[in-house]
T-cell receptor
């Protein structure tokens, strides 16, 4: 079945450590997105990519980095520069171009310990 | 002013009643509108999309769009306890390069009571 796979489901990060969240899709979607969800703040866009080897910053990109070397994969690295990384991270993909809804992965819950 | 505004709730309705969820948006060039359902601890699931003024029905769900008033709503008929979740409103417009970005509201929590 087609879908988006995020791993790991739970991740614990120590202070000053970089961690990478995986996102893989087999929907043949061109566009992929990373959102962060905090209680009471909804979903906020971190980075998005409309095509391989190209990506743009979203509203809260500071302290994060991404790569898009393959159509199927869009990993997110949470760097030590991100001072408040504890959150629920959601990866999504969509058909592009055009106005289509997103399909979301199951999410990664990141906690700083 | 937030781009997408929703009442956070909780909105409580008895089982079998109609639940009405509302969303307003500020950008008049918004082109597409979506409703997502999110259960606690889970990821959002797309349940309705609407692109033109009027009503769109899918089973127990009806989405209503009024672009002049910048207002979109979701009606859930015959509400069931399994409908208890947070409902996210999202708007989209095609940006440069043809891609779209969704902007989400903070969501309305719905509780369907027995």
């Amino acid at each position: 079945d087609g879908g988006i796979t995020q791993s790991p489901k739970y991740l614990f990060r120590k202070e000053g450590q970089n961690v990478t969240l995986s996102c893989e899709q087999n929907l043949n979607h061109d566009a992929m997105y990373w959102y962060r969800q905090d209680p009471g703040q909804g979903l906020r866009l971190i980075y998005y990519s409309q095509i391989v080897n190209d990506f743009q910053k979203g509203d809260i990109a500071e302290g994060y980095s991404v790569s898009r070397e393959k159509k199927e994969s869009f990993p997110l690295t949470v760097t030590s520069a991100q001072k408040n990384p504890t959150a629920f991270y959601l990866c999504a993909s969509s058909i592009s171009p055009g106005n289509y809804g997103y399909t979301f992965g199951s999410g990664t819950r990141l906690t700083v310990v | 002013q937030k781009e997408v505004e929703q009442n956070s709730g909780p909105l409580s309705v008895p089982e079998g009643a109609i639940a009405s969820l509302n969303c307003t948006y500020s950008d008049r060039v918004s082109q597409s509108f979506f409703w997502y359902r999110q259960y606690s601890g889970k990821s959002p699931e797309l349940i309705m999309s609407i692109y033109s003024n009027g009503d769109k029905e899918d089973g127990r769900f009806t989405a209503q769009l009024n672009k002049a008033s910048q207002y979109v709503s979701l009606l859930i008929r015959d509400s069931q306890p399994s409908d208890s979740a947070t409902y996210l409103c999202a708007i989209s417009k095609v940006g440069t390069g043809g891609g779209n970005k969704l902007t989400f509201g903070t969501g309305t929590q719905l509780k369907v009571e027995l």
